[in-house]
């Protein structure tokens, strides 16, 4: 006997501006019991239309998360013939970024911004490592600039 799932009234709110940039708004749970009714009223709402220039996908409102909340964003993705490239996914706690960066969209770097803690330290330190992040390859670049022309110096 199948159990009945429980009805959702709001699961999301649509949202389009004059870019042609189109907002999608969950609210509450996006997970294993949500997900079918979810996944239903959006197919009804976004129905046939023309692709917008992006999406923006909020998780302000949104408890809890799972791998099935995962799948409706990739079918999202899908029924507006988007790739991953036109997607921004904001205010999302860290809990469900984990779960999303499992999906794989096809493409390499979807635009995720999560929540910012309010502790002014903890600002400080995620922005410096995020400047510093790329100075590795830097380092690695010049060092093998110098052994180069080390080893060029050595035998003209």
Avoid: W
Avoid at 69 to 79: K, N, S, T
């Amino acid at each position: 006997m199948k159990a009945a799932l429980p009805s959702h009234p709001r699961l999301f709110e649509i949202r389009e501006d004059a870019d042609g940039i189109l907002a999608v708004m969950f609210y509450g749970q996006i997970d294993i019991t949500t997900a079918p009714a979810l996944l239903k009223q959006l197919y009804a709402s976004l129905g046939p239309r023309k692709s917008p220039s992006g999406v923006v996908v909020d998780f302000k409102h949104v408890s809890r998360f799972d791998d099935y909340g995962a799948m409706v964003v990739l079918q999202l993705l899908r029924i507006l013939k988007l790739s991953q490239k036109q997607l921004d996914i904001v205010n999302i706690s860290p809990d469900h970024q984990k779960t999303i960066s499992l999906v794989d969209f096809g493409q390499p770097d979807c635009r995720i911004k999560s929540r910012r803690s309010q502790n002014l330290i903890i600002q400080l330190g995620e922005s410096t490592i995020d400047i510093l992040r790329g100075g590795g390859f830097f380092v690695e670049f010049i060092g093998a600039m110098v052994v180069s022309i080390g080893r060029v110096m050595k035998r003209p």
